[in-house]
């Protein structure tokens, strides 16, 4: 620590906004100090604002409201929802440390999120919306139905569950790639799984008619349920069946736990009735092969996943476990699973603040590279989605953060612990998904093929990743 | 896909023989059964008015031209490109077998290829092509998916041979343009040239350069309300012969001038002799610090500036880092607001991207439609840098955070500082065992604030006994002062602003004792 204090020019960068403020405060004459803060150029009003974020996090992280309270209300002075790239994200950010900090005083929070309306309308419009600007959902689609008609060849009868049944276009475009089948389409039953009926109401309308249109032998069958609480039985789902699932950005919200009650891993659960289920479940062999991989890998949640030696390791997440066990008891022959291929589930705030700073960063520079800042849509992307993640990733804690992206690294050996092998997508998949980012409107974007599993890049940031699965058997 | 569903094709080629049948007008009825076992052929006996007249003219169909083994083993339905080595296969299985052998007795019937695509040119018996690899290939390349695909760039081939030819030069020979573009042909490349952009810019780049930064920093908004623009001219003269950061420094100097009593002459210390400063200290600039209205103004002005150099400082190059800090803060105190350590930052790996870095970057930003600025992405690899870049170990700078002692808060910021750079780089946790001992979650706010209150109150007292300016400069000059990140001296400084926003912040110094 003395050779830091003498070392010349050390860290004095991150000095100088907090300098500069307070030398301000020392002049006499000066009207209020911010109004030069609008005379930054923009590098330096980024800048400004990424340190005045780190700081103020780690303010939060340590409790000492009064100083983040400060660097908030500088943030306040160059942040704008309206600016450019980092203003945005700066907005975003600090809205949801402030967020953060309000949840000491629940009160406060609750009286302050007293008025808030949501509409369901307007949530189907920004999705859209995200699914236009993005190809992110787009690809996914495609590939999970590329996925399906291969693994599908030749099966009369098709069972697909959607985790997260939103978006009508997903199934339209695998009702067509059905149609073209050689062997004429199968009798194809879809179970749609949503916490708003509403929703559901919409998902079975369209694709009904879709079916209808295309003369499809289709059965729509609606779950109104939480995933985390979701009845396995209501699926209906009949030996025998060729059964694929589809989850598209669902799997990371089954790894919140309540980490003020119990670790979702502590060694002492090793004991416990539920690891047992488990591993009676797996085969010996996976048994065997799961001490191999060392116990030690399941870490508490006490340490920081990400300081681990192992880079796979990951904490191992009872309720994850029990659904994928639960899915993998229905024989899927085929799984295909999207998630965001970043780390915004590290347990401690600061890690997450400069995971998301960049995910999000890249997701941000992407909207300000292709569409105008006055739009309105744009706003509504970056509020109603990226923002919403932002407050849930930075502000809440336990249950209650359900956005817990991990990446391709943490998914892969939890969804073999479950029992599922990966499967290859071919070459033809990749081809196509290719294409698509290739086409207009998609400039910067690149698909790598990572351990058997797709990732999309943006500017050589990953972003999302597309795996698929299927129920692995030992004979 | 094709072994299950060769029925279907095969039907399908009887189809398609049949049409053509019709079209062409052929008398031969179809050969081929469904069962691709023998290579389903269409041999229409019509003369061909092209090369050779007597060429027989014969019409596969595409199931056959696609056919990898077009000789099928009847008793194991084993494929194999070649008649030969079928029936040499045939003797294993005690089959009759005979090697046809080359005939060269009598002469050989030329045969012509059509290829089956209708709208195809060379389906007309007049363009039939000679080859049977040839029509092969052809329909291939035409008429058929491109399941090949070049690794290193995005080209696809339906035809292997043509793949492998390309994968060979691929990324062999190379031409690159100053844009970024790459060309694999020598003549696109030069017409590139000739009409590329970024070499236009390239030539004029870098002569202007420490102009556009002139105008940057003197010719922006910031500084015409604030009466500076009469320096603008001559500093850009300036700008024109030395170093950039010089006119900074002479800014900061310009901050100096409201504190005379603390600075010494202007005369830049031996240290600085190889460095551009040395010829500018005794500029005609310093003449201008007894213009009043530009004093007055001067301050407000360097305030502002300072968040420039403050930016700009770890791109700017100083050739001599280090050595120059040790003398900069004695010399010139009233540096010590720019801090010296913002100039001398020892960063030499950000030095050499420099200034042009920072221009470069920005006007390279194809992505930017507005004004060029540097993308999110950018600006946190930026920021990470020059966090990064200062600390030499965030490692071992790894403290506890030492009880609610002050002194104890101070260099666990630091760190924090450091290792919040350097996270930022790296996105990976520095501090694993630090974060779980200062993870406070946020429930116990109250807990830690009203630990820390008590003490506040008694160093709030003592420090505003100190806040006088003079004598704030005067800690600001010392040098292990100039050191401290912006915790230990803006410690001072947010105390101060927090006072004055009735905030008390005090905890944070760590020079209260």
Same mark, same amino acid.
């Given at each position: 620590m003395a050779g830091m204090v003498q070392e010349e020019g050390s860290s004095s960068i991150s000095s100088s906004p907090l300098q500069i403020f307070s030398l301000l405060s020392l002049s006499p004459g000066l009207g209020s100090p911010y109004t030069w803060l609008r005379?930054?150029?923009?590098?330096?009003?980024?800048?400004?604002?990424?340190?005045?974020?780190?700081?103020?996090?780690?303010?939060?992280?340590?409790?000492?409201?009064?100083?983040?309270? /400060?660097?908030? #209300?500088?943030?306040? *002075?160059?942040?704008? =929802?309206?600016?450019?790239?980092?203003?945005?994200?700066?907005?975003?950010?600090?809205?949801?440390?402030?967020?953060?900090?309000?949840?000491?005083?629940? !009160?406060?929070?609750?009286?302050?999120?007293? /008025? $808030?309306?949501?509409?369901?309308?307007?949530?189907?419009?920004?999705?859209?919306?995200?699914?236009?600007?993005?190809?992110?959902?787009?690809?996914?689609?495609?590939?999970?139905?590329?996925?399906?008609?291969?693994?599908?060849?030749? %099966?009369?009868?098709? *069972?697909?569950?959607?985790?997260?049944?939103?978006? =009508?276009?997903?199934?339209?475009?695998?009702?067509?790639?059905?149609?073209?089948?050689?062997?004429?389409?199968?009798?194809?039953?879809?179970?749609?799984?949503?916490?708003?009926?509403?929703?559901?109401?919409?998902?079975?309308?369209?694709?009904?008619?879709?079916?209808? $249109? @295309?003369?499809?032998? &289709?059965?729509?069958? =609606?779950?109104?349920?939480?995933?985390?609480?979701? #009845?396995?039985?209501?699926?209906?789902?009949?030996?025998?069946?060729?059964?694929?699932? +589809?989850?598209?950005?669902?799997? *990371?919200?089954?790894?919140? &736990? #309540?980490?003020?009650?119990? +670790?979702?891993?502590?060694?002492?659960?090793?004991?416990?009735? *539920?690891?047992?289920?488990?591993?009676?479940?797996?085969?010996?062999?996976?048994?065997?092969? &799961?001490?191999?991989?060392?116990?030690?890998?399941?870490?508490?949640? !006490?340490?920081?996943?990400?300081?681990?030696?192992?880079?796979?390791?990951?904490?191992?997440?009872? $309720?994850?476990?029990?659904?994928?066990?639960?899915?993998?008891?229905?024989?899927?022959?085929?799984?295909?699973? /999207?998630?965001?291929?970043?780390?915004?589930?590290?347990?401690?705030?600061?890690?997450?603040?400069?995971?998301?700073?960049? &995910?999000?960063? /890249?997701?941000? #520079?992407?909207?300000? +590279?292709?569409? =105008?800042?006055?739009?309105?849509?744009?706003?509504?992307?970056?509020?109603?989605?990226?923002?919403?993640?932002?407050?849930?990733?930075?502000?809440?804690?336990?249950? %209650?953060?359900?956005?817990?992206?991990?990446?391709?690294? $943490?998914?892969?050996?939890? @969804?073999?612990?479950?029992?599922?092998?990966?499967?290859p997508l071919s070459y033809h998949v990749r081809l196509q998904a290719t294409r698509l980012l290739q086409s207009c409107g998609f400039e910067g974007y690149k698909l790598n093929e990572e351990k058997n599993c797709l990732v999309i890049f943006w500017k050589d940031k990953p972003l999302y990743s597309i795996s698929a699965w299927r129920f692995r058997r030992y004979s | 896909m094709a072994a299950t569903s060769m029925p279907f094709f095969g039907i399908r080629d009887e189809d398609q023989n049949q049409m053509k049948q019709q079209q062409q007008q052929h008398s031969s009825a179809p050969t081929s059964s469904t069962t691709p076992t023998t290579a389903p052929q269409k041999k229409r006996r019509n003369l061909s008015g092209a090369s050779n007249p007597d060429a027989e003219v014969i019409a596969l169909s595409p199931k056959t031209l696609m056919a990898t083994n077009r000789f099928i083993c009847e008793v194991c339905n084993k494929g194999f490109q070649r008649e030969q080595n079928l029936q040499l296969h045939r003797r294993g299985h005690n089959l009759p077998w005979k090697l046809k052998q080359k005939a060269t007795n009598k002469e050989v019937k030329r045969k012509v290829y059509l290829c089956p695509e209708p709208t195809c040119v060379h389906h007309d018996p007049s363009r039939a092509l000679g080859d049977l690899t040839g029509i092969k290939k052809h329909y291939f390349r035409k008429h058929g998916e491109k399941k090949y695909k070049c690794e290193k760039c995005s080209k696809r081939y339906a035809v292997q041979s043509d793949w492998k030819a390309h994968s060979k030069i691929c990324g062999t020979r190379e031409y690159r343009c100053d844009c970024g573009t790459l060309f694999s042909r020598r003549d696109s490349f030069i017409t590139h040239r000739a009409f590329c952009d970024a070499l236009a810019q390239e030539s004029v780049r870098h002569p202007s350069n420490l102009s556009t930064i002139s105008s940057h920093l003197y010719g922006s908004s910031n500084l015409n309300p604030l009466g500076l623009s009469h320096v603008g001219p001559r500093v850009s003269q300036l700008q024109g012969q030395n170093h950039p950061s010089a006119s900074l420094l002479q800014l900061g100097n310009a901050v100096g001038a409201k504190y005379e009593h603390l600075i010494p002459p202007p005369n830049p210390p031996n240290s600085l002799t190889h460095h551009p400063l040395q010829s500018i200290s005794s500029h005609p600039f310093f003449a201008q610090d007894s213009n009043q209205g530009f004093q007055d103004q001067a301050h407000q002005a360097a305030a502002a500036n300072f968040i420039n150099p403050g930016f700009f400082s770890s791109s700017f190059t100083m050739e001599s880092a280090t050595n120059n800090s040790g003398h900069n803060h004695t010399q010139l105190p009233s540096s010590a607001f720019l801090s010296a350590d913002q100039f001398n930052l020892g960063d030499q790996s950000v030095s050499n991207s420099g200034l042009s870095s920072l221009y470069n970057t920005s006007s390279s930003q194809h992505e930017k439609s507005a004004m060029p600025h540097m993308s999110a992405t950018a600006l946190l690899q930026k920021a990470a840098q020059m966090g990064s870049t200062t600390s030499s170990n965030s490692a071992t700078l790894l403290k506890g955070l030492g009880g609610s002692s002050p002194l104890g808060v101070k260099p666990d910021n630091e760190n924090h500082l450091q290792g919040l750079m350097n996270s930022l780089a790296n996105g990976s946790s520095m501090f694993g065992s630090n974060r779980s001992e200062r993870e406070n979650s946020y429930m116990s706010f109250d807990g830690s604030l009203s630990g820390i209150n008590p003490l506040e109150q008694q160093q709030s007292n003592a420090s505003f006994g100190n806040m006088d300016k003079v004598k704030l400069a005067q800690n600001l000059s010392g040098s292990d002062r100039m050191t401290l990140d912006f915790l230990g001296v803006g410690g001072g400084m947010l105390r101060n602003l927090g006072v004055k926003h009735g905030i008390d912040l005090s905890s944070l110094d760590p020079k209260i004792n």
């Open positions: 005379d930054l150029k923009p590098e330096d009003r980024g800048l400004c604002l990424i340190q005045l974020l780190v700081h103020c996090a780690n303010h939060v992280a340590a409790g000492s409201v009064e100083n983040a309270n /400060t660097i908030l #209300d500088y943030i306040s *002075h160059l942040a704008s =929802p309206e600016g450019d790239t980092m203003q945005r994200i700066a907005a975003y950010f600090s809205e949801a440390l402030a967020d953060r900090m309000l949840r000491a005083w629940p !009160g406060l929070r609750n009286a302050i999120n007293a /008025t $808030k309306i949501s509409s369901l309308s307007e949530e189907i419009f920004v999705q859209r919306l995200f699914f236009e600007l993005f190809p992110f959902l787009r690809l996914s689609y495609m590939i999970a139905n590329q996925a399906i008609i291969e693994a599908m060849e030749g %099966e009369k009868v098709v *069972h697909i569950i959607d985790l997260n049944s939103f978006d =009508p276009a997903q199934w339209i475009n695998l009702f067509k790639d059905l149609r073209a089948r050689p062997e004429g389409p199968p009798h194809l039953r879809i179970t749609g799984i949503h916490e708003q009926k509403q929703v559901l109401e919409l998902m079975a309308h369209r694709l009904l008619e879709e079916a209808e $249109k @295309l003369d499809i032998p &289709f059965q729509f069958n =609606p779950i109104v349920s939480k995933l985390e609480n979701l #009845d396995f039985d209501c699926l209906r789902v009949k030996t025998g069946e060729a059964l694929a699932i +589809s989850s598209v950005l669902q799997l *990371h919200s089954l790894l919140s &736990f #309540d980490d003020e009650r119990s +670790s979702p891993s502590a060694p002492k659960n090793l004991n416990s009735v *539920h690891l047992q289920r488990v591993f009676q479940q797996v085969n010996p062999l996976t048994f065997g092969d &799961f001490l191999e991989k060392d116990v030690v890998n399941m870490c508490s949640p !006490g340490t920081d996943s990400a300081s681990s030696s192992s880079p796979v390791s990951f904490c191992y997440s009872q $309720k994850l476990g029990n659904f994928l066990n639960a899915l993998r008891g229905l024989s899927p022959k085929l799984m295909v699973v /999207t998630e965001q291929e970043s780390n915004h589930n590290a347990h401690s705030l600061i890690d997450r603040v400069t995971e998301a700073l960049n &995910f999000y960063g /890249t997701l941000f #520079d992407r909207l300000e +590279s292709t569409v =105008p800042r006055a739009s309105i849509e744009r706003q509504k992307v970056e509020k109603m989605i990226f923002g919403e993640e932002i407050k849930n990733i930075i502000a809440c804690e336990g249950l %209650e953060r359900k956005v817990r992206h991990e990446k391709l690294e $943490k998914w892969i050996p939890r @969804l073999e612990l479950a029992g599922f092998g990966r499967v | -």
